[in-house]
């Protein structure tokens, strides 16, 4: 069964890091671009980066440029997103997504949406 799994949410402090995988179950995902959105409280689901099907590309929203790395691992079908220097605001659900472009992840033209884990970052 194809589907992303998300893991590794939690509540930190501000200046904290925090690591975030997403198991992306099933051969179609190999070819696909996948990418990580958030939602907070009352607000609209945002994108915050995305990683081409074989890596060589990465995109990053202005908020977390800088402190903030995607990577993905082919051989385990695993996309990580590590998240330093953490601030409050980064608060929210984190979802990974996937499509066959990371043009269409960036343009919210999500195929397949995991269930997202809570990342909590208290000041």
């Known amino acids: 069964q194809e589907q992303l799994v998300e893991s590794g949410g939690g509540l930190v402090q501000a200046g904290d890091s925090l690591r975030l995988s997403c198991d992306a179950s099933g051969s179609t995902f190999s070819k696909y671009a996948i990418g990580w959105f958030r939602q907070a409280p009352g607000k609209d689901r945002e994108f915050v980066a995305v990683i081409s099907w074989n890596g060589a590309n990465a995109y990053y929203a202005d908020s977390v440029k800088g402190r903030f790395a995607i990577s993905r691992d082919s051989a385990q079908n695993t996309v990580y997103l590590q998240m330093n220097s953490l601030k409050p605001e980064d608060t929210a659900m984190y979802y990974c997504?996937?499509?066959?472009?990371?043009?269409?992840?960036?343009?919210?033209?999500?195929?397949?949406w995991g269930r997202g884990t809570l990342v909590t970052v208290s000041s």
């Open positions: 997504a996937a499509s066959s472009s990371d043009y269409l992840v960036r343009a919210h033209a999500v195929e397949e």
